[in-house]
């Protein structure tokens, strides 16, 4: 079993930044793979930005170049750095890990830009 928790969201104006957290309670070193989605109200979750289980690293079209996901293997934690945030980026934002076949999900946070 793996707790996932999820910080750093808030309300920023458009143009803005915000630093996501997500903390595991075991180790990341070895997983699937491991990153961010996000979900608004009425749609399906989306991939924002992920590690492979290899160390690549995949990003949504929408943030490229704007967000980078990082990750601290000896604080358990993975990063998702939000530069030039848009209002479209306003979502609840959901970090999650796939070890082997079971994928864990945090409660999420919510990020809201403001135009």
């Known amino acids: 079993q793996v707790q996932l928790v999820e910080s750093g969201g808030g309300l920023v104006q458009a143009g803005g930044s915000l630093r996501l957290s997500c903390a595991a309670s075991?180790?990341?070193?070895?997983?699937?793979?491991m990153g961010w989605h996000r979900q608004v109200p009425g749609k399906q979750r989306e991939l924002v930005a992920t590690f492979t289980g290899g160390g690549t690293t995949n990003y949504a079209d929408s943030v490229k170049g704007r967000f980078t996901i990082s990750r601290d293997n000896a604080k358990n934690t993975v990063y998702l750095q939000m530069n030039s945030l848009k209002p479209e980026d306003t979502a609840v934002y959901y970090c999650?890990?796939?070890?082997?076949?079971?994928?864990?999900w945090g409660r999420g946070t919510q990020v809201t830009v403001s135009s």
């Open positions: 999650r890990l796939l070890r082997n076949t079971i994928t864990y």
């Open positions: 075991r180790s990341i070193i070895s997983f699937n793979a």
